[in-house]
Nanobody
Framework: VQLQASGGGLVPAGGSLTLSCAAS????????MAWYRQTPGNQRELVAS???????NYQATVLGRFTISRDIVKNTVDLQMNSLKPEDTAVYFC??????????WGQGTQVTVSS
């Protein structure tokens, strides 16, 4: 499975961005897909995930501001990010977990929120 992330950029605080992750194979067959983020010197952390059943999960710091969604026809998983804060600045990665347990990562996309 190949994952292609896009949509990062520079945005002022309070602004919005939408990240998109395009998968090379059917996302409906995947156990879960997620967005993670990482800042220098820190571990990658889960931002939001969506299971095959459509159950969404969010990190507490983004709850109410970020929304994860998927398009089964287009094989994409998006992360709509609103009310962005400087602390949201990070490299964002998309992730897919197959039913077999195999995990795949896309390349990162930089999100920078200016204060």
């Amino acid at each position: 499975v190949q994952l292609q992330a896009s949509g990062g950029g520079l945005v002022p605080a309070g602004g919005s961005l939408t990240l998109s992750c395009a998968a090379s194979s059917g996302i409906f067959s995947m156990d879960a897909m997620a967005w993670y983020r990482q800042t220098p010197g820190n571990q990658r952390e889960l931002v939001a995930s969506i299971t095959r059943a459509g159950v969404e999960n969010y990190q507490a710091t983004v709850l109410g501001r970020f929304t994860i969604s998927r398009d089964i026809v287009k094989n994409t998983v998006d992360l709509q990010m609103n009310s962005l804060k400087p602390e949201d600045t990070a490299v964002y990665f998309c992730n897919a977990v197959l039913r077999s347990g195999m995990i795949f990562w896309g390349q990162g996309t930089q999100v920078t929120v200016s204060s």
